[in-house]
């Protein structure tokens, strides 16, 4: 009796992995799924986090796909880890903070590490030939076999017929012949297979599944190393810059004001970490002060916070200040104006 | 049988997940697991997880900004 085979997929969520994972279980492979969370996955969390979202779903991908397909998921933090992928990556970025290529090699080896603690055979991945500028094209998905210690046990099941035979294929694992032959940045043939299996819903991000490729996103991490003067990031920070505006003053604070009940509700979460503010005298946001600021610079924060709240044409606003002790004291500030808050403020 | 909580509250998804995930492996089936949350995802996501994995969703609850799930390890 032939023994029964098992591989990992990475799971992202979206439709290529699905697609690859169910190409795979239609083969008679025992499939199980893989995602890693390394802070920055764009997953929900804003939406999560702002109340205007409340109505749209909150699911998880990674783990409605796995639903989708019966098979049991694996969410692993790989957060800590994470951080010498995205400080010094070997291949540098992509337009904008993305390391697209050492994230993907970074991936697979842990997919390979999981494999063999787990005695599961090869890897799957929803990758495509040409599919992504930095990480998919014919020149780099070598690259991601070999330095991710994968080698020929990492199976592409879209592209396959446009690579290379993989151990799972020249040992009869598995079929080429009922895998795929797609490449480039067309959809067409996703969507297609997509119909024959059945799959009526999927996501579709736009952009990827990460922070790191939103400019915006990558110009807010940027300004907080650049402030800290050096590279290095928590968890708590990486959530604070999807949340709220940010507008730095000076070189040594910012100010993150919420722009809603939801961001607000998140923020006050922290308030035992860094100096909070709001509006006493009238209604206005909860915002947090990041860095060193000194008494004049918290006068200025208080009259940015005035800006944002409902006192803002108002001669004065009373703004209660807290430290991460709790202790309170008010402060009364003239509102800034539009105007007198630079566009260079705004990170 | 034991009954644990987990606290989860201010994690994001998929942090409460990978939170549950990693405590009910130090359980027992028949165990009890009773995690607190502040994302509202978990009520979505907990609960697909559960399925997935063949954990039984006893209870979920939404109070004031609180999400509680009870589940049982199967």
């Given at each position: 009796m032939?023994?029964?085979?098992?591989?990992?997929?990475?799971?992202?969520?979206?439709?290529?992995?699905?697609?690859?994972?169910?190409?795979?279980?239609?083969?008679?492979?025992?499939?199980?799924?893989?995602?890693?969370?390394?802070?920055?996955?764009?997953?929900?969390?804003?939406?999560?986090?702002?109340?205007?979202?409340?109505d749209k779903p909150k699911r998880n991908n990674s783990l409605w796909v796995?639903?989708?397909?019966?098979?049991?998921?694996?969410?692993?933090?790989?957060?800590?880890?994470?951080?010498?992928?995205?400080?010094?990556?070997?291949?540098?970025?992509?337009?904008?903070?993305?390391?697209?290529?050492?994230?993907?090699?970074?991936?697979?080896?842990?997919?390979?590490?999981?494999?063999?603690?787990?005695g599961f055979d090869f890897i799957i991945t929803g990758e495509v030939v040409g599919q992504r500028p930095m990480s998919q094209r014919k020149q780099t998905m070598p690259i991601v076999s070999a330095e991710s210690g994968a080698n020929d046990l990492l199976v592409r099941p879209l592209s396959a017929q446009n690579l290379p035979a993989t151990l799972p294929e020249r040992e009869d694992w598995i079929s080429r012949e009922k895998m795929f032959d797609f490449s480039g940045r067309s959809r067409k043939p996703q969507?297609?297979?997509?119909?024959?299996?059945?799959?009526?819903?999927?996501?579709?991000?736009a952009g990827g599944c990460c922070f790191l490729t939103d400019a915006a996103y990558s110009k807010k991490l940027v300004d907080l190393w650049q402030a800290r003067g050096n590279r290095d990031y928590e968890l708590d920070d990486v959530m604070?810059?999807?949340?709220?505006?940010?507008?730095?003053?000076?070189?040594?604070?910012?100010?993150?004001?919420?722009?809603?009940?939801?961001?607000?509700?998140?923020?006050?979460?922290?308030?035992?970490?860094f100096i909070s503010m709001n509006c006493?005298?009238?209604?206005?946001?909860?915002?947090?002060?990041?860095?060193?600021?000194?008494?004049?610079?918290?006068?200025?924060?208080?009259?940015?916070?005035?800006?944002?709240?409902?006192?803002?044409?108002?001669?004065m606003v009373e703004v209660t200040l807290r430290n991460q002790q709790g202790e309170e004291r008010n402060i009364q500030v003239k509102p800034l104006t539009a105007e007198q808050i630079p566009a260079a403020w705004f990170v | 049988m034991s009954h644990e909580t987990?606290?989860?509250?201010?994690?994001?998804?998929?942090?409460?997940?990978?939170?549950?995930?990693?405590?009910?492996?130090?359980?027992?089936n028949g165990d009890i697991l009773?995690?607190?949350?502040?994302?509202?995802?978990v009520?979505?996501?907990?609960?697909?997880?559960?399925?997935?994995n063949g954990h039984k969703v006893l209870e979920t609850k939404a109070d004031d900004g609180e999400y509680i799930i009870v589940l049982e390890v199967v």
């Open positions: 032939n023994q029964q085979r098992k591989a990992v997929a990475l799971i992202s969520g979206g439709l290529d992995s699905m697609l690859a994972t169910q190409s795979i279980l239609e083969q008679g492979i025992h499939v199980e799924g893989i995602n890693f969370f390394t802070g920055f996955c764009v997953e929900g969390h804003t939406h999560a986090i702002r109340k205007q979202d409340a796995a639903e989708q397909l019966g098979i049991k998921l694996h969410i692993i933090d790989v957060i800590e880890e994470y951080k010498q992928v995205l400080l010094n990556p070997k291949h540098g970025y992509g337009a904008n903070m993305n390391p697209c290529l050492d994230c993907k090699i970074f991936m697979v080896n842990k997919a390979k590490q999981w494999m063999a603690e787990n969507m297609a297979l997509a119909k024959e299996y059945n799959f009526t819903d999927y996501a579709q991000p604070l810059l999807k949340v709220g505006r940010h507008i730095r003053p000076k070189p040594h604070f910012k100010v993150i004001i919420a722009r809603e009940d939801g961001e607000a509700r998140f923020l006050s979460g922290y308030k035992k970490e006493a005298s009238h209604r206005g946001p909860l915002a947090l002060i990041d860095g060193t600021p000194t008494e004049e610079d918290l006068y200025l924060a208080g009259q940015i916070t005035a800006r944002y709240g409902q006192g803002r044409e108002a001669e | 987990l606290n989860a509250r201010r994690l994001l998804c998929p942090l409460p997940v990978i939170r549950t995930q990693d405590k009910v492996k130090t359980l027992q009773t995690v607190e949350c502040t994302d509202p995802g009520m979505q996501d907990i609960p697909a997880w559960c399925r997935i």
